[in-house]
């Protein structure tokens, strides 16, 4: 199957500036987002890729020269051997990344300039079941996963306490080095961060003893996340600095956590609405009554006026979930049933078999 071409995946003209590239990219992901209304992952996903590459200088050159036979996985082009494995490096710190935009769009905030030097930590994801009032009411919530944090013992440096640093052997102090790739078309290469120093040009002389240099651990981390308001299965929110932390004490990841709303008892939810069912009495079907009903703010006396034909839908406005974005409430729509009594007493039988004479 063909894949698209990523600069009309962008809507930009193959000599478009880094700027409008950016600029492109995130009105496309705002609009694309599965977080938002409307939202496509598929297409977010699409966004994106395009945008790993087309952000990156070196990437952006080689897949004008080549298109998507750079793509990791890709078949090779024209039989070419011993190309398959190729995979691009979306990590390391050149460039921009999913975190940098994606900082904005979370309300993460900035941090882009201080990541070029330093390792970032990967950002994670979780899924989490929550009840619908842990999102009506913006509940906290305790998750609990197993993610990278930073050592104790050397707070993330890598450097047993109070070692000196000495130059990088393996970067030569410049914290880069050059890997290169024999392809079809001949040799590339690539700069990435030095795995040795992390970037840093500098190692501890004597390396943590409890992390062994790397200055980070993998554990159980569990704390409480504020479930954001309003939010729907299918939805997911960032929480930063809880994804992993990153070696030498670089930036820690984000979280994204998809949410999924467990199946209430009462309310179904569409939307920012909530539906509900309720029933009256056949007496309060014919003269209308005021019946009590329990949202989920509270009870309330819902107006039934007479002569109400089973299966109609009551509206009560602003008594379903809170809404996402912007104030206010969705509604709560209750569809009110007739019950039909099953057990009589003597004098109501009596009584029904006389309105039964009127043909009612
Ligand atoms: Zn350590
Ligand atoms: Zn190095």
Same mark, same amino acid.
């Given at each position: ?19 409008d ?14 977080d ?6 598929a ?32 078949a ?46 990967e ?16 509940r ?37 080095v050059r ?13 990435? =961060? ?51 932390a990153?070696?030498?004490g670089g930036?820690?990841g ?6 999924? =709303? ?15 069912k309720?029933?009256?009495? =056949?007496s ?21 006026p007479?002569?109400i ?10 008594k ?41």
């Amino acid at each position: 199957m063909a894949k698209k071409d990523f600069y009309d995946i962008l809507g930009v003209p193959r000599d478009a500036s880094d700027d409008d590239i950016k600029k492109a990219y995130r009105k496309l992901a705002h609009q694309h987002h599965p977080d938002k209304a409307g939202g496509e992952e598929a297409k977010f996903k699409e966004v994106n890729e395009a945008y790993q590459v087309l952000s990156h200088k070196e990437k952006r050159k080689q897949y004008d020269a080549y298109g998507h036979a750079f793509e990791g996985g890709g078949a090779p082009p024209g039989g070419g051997a011993g190309f398959g494995g190729f995979q691009w490096d979306f990590g390391g710190g050149n460039g921009e990344g999913f975190s940098d935009i994606f900082g904005d769009f979370f309300g993460f905030g900035g941090g882009r300039g201080a990541r070029r030097k330093t390792n970032q930590g990967e950002d994670i994801q979780a899924s989490l079941t929550i009840e619908l009032e842990d999102s009506a009411f913006g509940r906290e919530k305790e998750i609990s996963l197993k993610r990278v944090v930073a050592c104790e013992r050397c707070h993330g440096s890598g450097a047993e306490p109070k070692s000196e640093t000495i130059s990088c052997t393996h970067c030569s102090g410049t914290g880069e080095v050059r890997k290169q790739f024999r392809t079809p078309f001949g040799t590339m290469a690539q700069n990435s =961060i030095c795995t040795e120093c992390h970037g840093r040009g500098k190692v501890p002389k004597h390396k943590c003893t409890a992390c062994n240099g790397q200055g980070i651990k993998h554990a159980t981390d569990t704390f409480t996340v504020k479930i954001p308001q309003g939010i729907d299965s299918g939805e997911a929110f960032g929480v930063a600095g809880k994804g992993n932390a990153a070696p030498f004490g670089g930036t820690v990841g984000n979280l994204y956590v998809a949410v999924s =709303i467990a199946k209430h008892p009462v309310f179904t939810r569409h939307g920012d609405d909530l539906h509900m069912k309720a029933s009256v009495s =056949i007496s309060q079907a014919v003269f209308g009554d005021k019946v009590e009903v329990q949202t989920l703010h509270g009870a309330i006396n819902l107006k039934v006026p007479g002569g109400i034909q089973s299966g109609t839908v009551i509206r009560v406005e602003g008594k379903g979930m809170p809404k996402r974005a912007g104030y206010g409430k969705g509604d709560l729509l209750v569809t009110v049933n007739i019950h039909t009594p099953t057990k009589l007493t003597r004098r109501q039988k009596e009584l029904l078999e006389e309105l039964k004479k009127e043909n009612l």
